[in-house]
């Protein structure tokens, strides 16, 4: 079963700090994604990572940046973390080349910048 | 740009059945998808379907699609306390291969 795991489910930060979320899959997925879930928004993409040190920009990339290093692992940076980045924040895996292959999505992390 | 539109609530009793629906822009939608989330979870893909298909049913569950109007339903038959959750649609377009856009998802609540 596929398992893609958010380092930690709750996370406080204040203002101007510079905040890591951390993500990793053990299926040997090619894709990764970062989405920020907000009521009445739905999903929206920030980044996603089709390779090892290979990203691309979603809808809402500003304010963030991402690195993959490792396949299995994909970081969120917040560089400076702002209150309007206050969210529900789920990375997601994938294989490549089908696109039907489903989104597989980590339980999430709330963040909350005070 | 690409938008799919979702109402945000629907609330039924248990044992009634549940609809759902979606309306999505992009005329090259080429999979259209179910997820369900659970409080406190991630999202769970319940179901997909391929533009080509009008039907397509999975035990409980029936998705339908008109292609012409772009709309997109999910039906849950004999709905259980155990299906109330947020459901999103998503769509995937013929020019792209990975970004999946989804709308705003509807909460269903089922009534005992």
């Known amino acids: 079963d596929v398992k893609v795991t958010q380092s930690s489910r709750y996370l406080v930060k204040r203002t101007g700090e510079k905040v890591f979320l951390e993500c990793v899959q053990d299926?040997?997925?090619?894709?990764m994604f970062w989405y920020r879930q907000d009521p009445g928004l739905g999903l929206r993409l920030i980044y996603f990572s089709y390779d090892v040190k290979m990203k691309e920009k979603g809808d809402i990339p500003e304010g963030y940046s991402v690195s993959r290093e490792k396949k299995e692992r994909f970081s969120l940076i917040l560089e400076s973390a702002s209150t309007n980045q206050t969210s529900m924040y789920l990375c997601?895996?994938?294989?490549?080349?089908?696109?039907?292959?489903?989104?597989?999505f980590g339980n999430g992390t709330r963040l909350t910048v005070t | 740009g690409e938008d799919v539109e979702q109402s945000l609530f629907l609330s039924v009793r248990e044992g009634d059945s549940s609809v759902i629906n979606c309306t999505y822009t992009?005329?090259?939608?080429?999979?259209l998808y179910w997820y369900k989330q659970e409080p406190g979870a991630g999202l769970q893909l319940l179901t997909y379907i391929f533009s080509n298909m009008d039907m397509k049913q999975d035990q409980r569950l029936t998705v339908l699609l008109n292609k012409k109007d772009k709309h997109l339903s999910l039906r849950i038959a004999d709905t259980q306390t155990g299906d109330s959750a947020i459901y999103f649609c998503?769509?995937?377009?013929?020019?792209?291969?990975?970004?999946?856009?989804f709308g705003s998802g509807t909460r269903l609540l089922v009534r005992p």
């Open positions: 299926m040997d997925h090619e894709n």
């Open positions: 998503a769509e995937i377009g013929m020019d792209s291969s990975y970004k999946l856009i």
């Open positions: 992009d005329s090259s939608s080429t999979y």
């Open positions: 997601a895996s994938s294989t490549a080349g089908t696109r039907k292959s489903p989104l597989h």
